[in-house]
């Protein structure tokens, strides 16, 4: 008996070492299988992997969710060269007629009613805009509103059994956050890229005229625009936008309006068939501490007013020139992008609560905010 246990505790012991060897030097032995081909050659093979399983950190439940209601959208429009109506360019060149102008991007499906997110600057201009889903479906498009200033536009399709994308919370991002950007780029069909929140609150950088752009480092290039940008679970947080870039391709520097903006543009659009804003008539600058040594007043947090417009919502008030706006509305001001994001969203006609620095005195100002006119109306110089 005890020669038999000798045995069999020797050779689990040498089956044992064994495999500790295999597994340190020859590691694919183990996860693989060796099998012949038809031409005799030994390969190794991973193992079969039971169906329905995830690699681990792998995004493809998030793009399974949200890829299927972002579309590709083809735009066209008829131009005519400048100078075709000349007559010494139609002796020389003849009559050019019209040609056709053709565009690219990528648009988000939020509503079973066929409601489309895009970008202004994707469908701007065009005659004819067809949108194709991930199902192979097309459909004409037609434009139930736009939004420059914010670079949004809203569409609509008439097809039934829409996929359509969950909405995230935008506002509850954080720098480092992961994110996939999914799209159309270039026109080679949909793709998802992931990267990470890289910044929060973009601003100043030229692009709208309300800017506060999530940037992310991921892949966005042309065709992109208007596509949607999501975390780890498939939610929409922003729609691609724009990139920064020498190349006229990807850099790792994108920007995607976030959904909390969408959402604001979508109702106004849809209800009013365009978006109210509020204006009050000053002209902001941020209070460095050149412009507070002019005004006479002590650098710190607030943007200054160095101009009001004349008969404006904020003269009426009695809002001065040097004035420094420290909160609208209960919400601090930090920043001019800030203060006309928060005025903006001021309802018309109904009364605020400003607080301002005055030279050493504190202040508070009801001011009234009208609608905000166009940027005709209000001439060369932007003002809030």
Request: aromatic letters at 6%.
């Amino acid at each position: 008996m005890k020669r038999t246990w000798l045995l069999f505790s020797q050779a689990v012991t040498v089956l044992v070492a064994a495999y500790f060897v295999v597994a340190t030097l020859q590691p694919d032995w183990l996860r693989g299988r060796t099998t012949m081909t038809s031409a005799g050659v030994s390969l190794i093979e991973a193992p079969p992997v039971p169906a329905g399983t995830v690699a681990p950190g792998s995004f493809s439940g998030a793009a399974r969710k949200a890829a299927p209601a972002v579309v590709s959208i083809n735009t066209s429009k008829a131009v005519r060269h400048p100078r075709s109506n000349d007559p010494w360019f139609q002796f020389f060149f003849g009559d050019q007629g019209t040609q056709e102008q053709t565009g690219l991007g990528s648009g988000v499906i939020i509503s079973p009613d066929g409601y489309i997110l895009t970008n202004n600057h994707v469908v701007e201009g065009a005659d004819d805009i067809e949108v194709t889903l991930t199902d192979s479906r097309q459909a004409k498009a037609s434009v139930i509103g736009t939004d420059p200033e914010t670079d949004l536009a809203i569409l609509k399709i008439a097809l039934d059994k829409l996929p359509v994308i969950v909405l995230g919370n935008s506002d509850q991002l954080a720098v480092g956050d992961q994110v996939l950007a999914i799209g159309n780029p270039f026109g080679v069909g949909q793709t998802v890229t992931s990267g990470i929140v890289s910044a929060l609150g973009r601003s100043q950088l030229g692009i709208n005229t309300f800017e506060n752009f999530i940037q992310t480092d991921a892949a966005i290039n042309p065709g992109n625009s208007g596509g949607a940008l999501v975390d780890v679970n498939g939610n929409l947080l922003g729609i691609n936008t724009a990139i920064y870039s020498r190349s006229g391709g990807s850099m790792g520097i994108g920007f995607a309006i976030p959904v909390s903006t969408a959402k604001m543009v979508l109702d106004s659009i849809v209800k009013d068939g365009h978006v109210t804003r509020g204006w009050i008539g000053v002209e902001p600058n941020e209070l460095s501490p050149e412009l507070a040594e002019t005004f006479g007043v002590k650098p710190g947090a607030g943007v200054i007013v160095t101009g009001v417009l004349q008969a404006g919502p904020a003269a009426q008030a009695g809002m001065r020139p040097g004035d420094v706006i420290q909160q609208v509305d209960g919400k601090p001001v930090r920043t001019v992008s800030e203060l006309l994001t928060t005025v903006a969203g001021l309802t018309p006609g109904t009364a605020a609560d400003f607080e301002l620095r005055r030279g050493d005195a504190e202040v508070t100002i009801k001011v009234t905010p009208t609608a905000r006119p166009n940027q005709a109306q209000r001439g060369a110089q932007p003002r809030r």
